[in-house]
């Protein structure tokens, strides 16, 4: 790791220590540190030689999201598009004005930010990388807490979203995770249809 990189990666962490929100695994920790932290742990599970575009993109993917609250947008549909179309930008640029302070190069943060917006899904490798990670996460951190507040119907078609988001990589490390009998039922079910089709995870 670079003296620059990891510099920016602490100065990330400083900022997402800064959420008032608590981690559901960890309540001692800020729930933004903490998920940094996890997508840093899963990039490298799965990206053996990430640039530091990447991992500056992995770290900083929901830097300072507690300040855009879900609820300022309206509960439907269109607000919850209107909200994360907002937060793509407003992610990249928290992320390129830690980048300037420890004098990144312009194309290095362009490209960090562009990883962020998440412009080029399924086109962009890394931008893949970013999305697989984020997906990794959820399903190995954040499923069991969010599957007590949803009916099994919706927990289904979440997962099969999810799954149609990742990367065969991606779907391996999924598969391989040790999850709870009935949270294993539910990515089951979600893949039960998929496979009836014929259409490859």
Not at 45 to 66: F, N, T, Y
Not at 79 to 100: D, K, N, P, S
Not at 168 to 194: D, F, I, N, Q, S
Request: glycine share 4%; aromatic share 8%; charged share 30%.
């Amino acid at each position: 790791m670079s003296e620059r990189l990891e510099k920016a990666l602490a100065l990330i962490d400083e900022a997402n220590r800064e959420d008032p929100n608590r981690d559901a695994v960890s309540p001692d920790l800020p729930k933004a540190l903490v998920y940094g932290w996890r997508m840093s742990e899963w990039l490298a599970r799965i990206c053996d030689q990430p640039s530091e575009a990447l991992a500056l993109a992995v770290r900083g993917q929901h830097i300072r999201r507690w300040q855009v609250p879900r609820d300022r947008y309206a509960a439907d549909r269109a607000g919850y598009l209107a909200w994360r179309t907002y937060l793509y930008g407003f992610h990249a640029e928290q992320l390129a004005g830690i980048l300037r302070r420890v004098d990144y190069d312009p194309e290095t943060i362009a490209r960090a930010t562009d990883i962020v917006a998440k412009r080029r899904l399924k086109r962009d490798a890394e931008a893949q990388a970013l999305e697989d990670a984020a997906c990794l996460v959820f399903l190995n951190y954040e499923f069991a807490d969010f599957a007590d507040s949803h009916d099994a119907e919706k927990l289904v078609a979440i997962v099969r979203k999810t799954w149609g988001k990742m990367s065969e990589r991606a779907h391996t490390a999924a598969l391989a995770l040790e999850l709870p009998e009935r949270l294993a039922g539910l990515v089951a079910a979600a893949l039960a249809p998929v496979e009836a089709d014929g259409v490859s995870g």
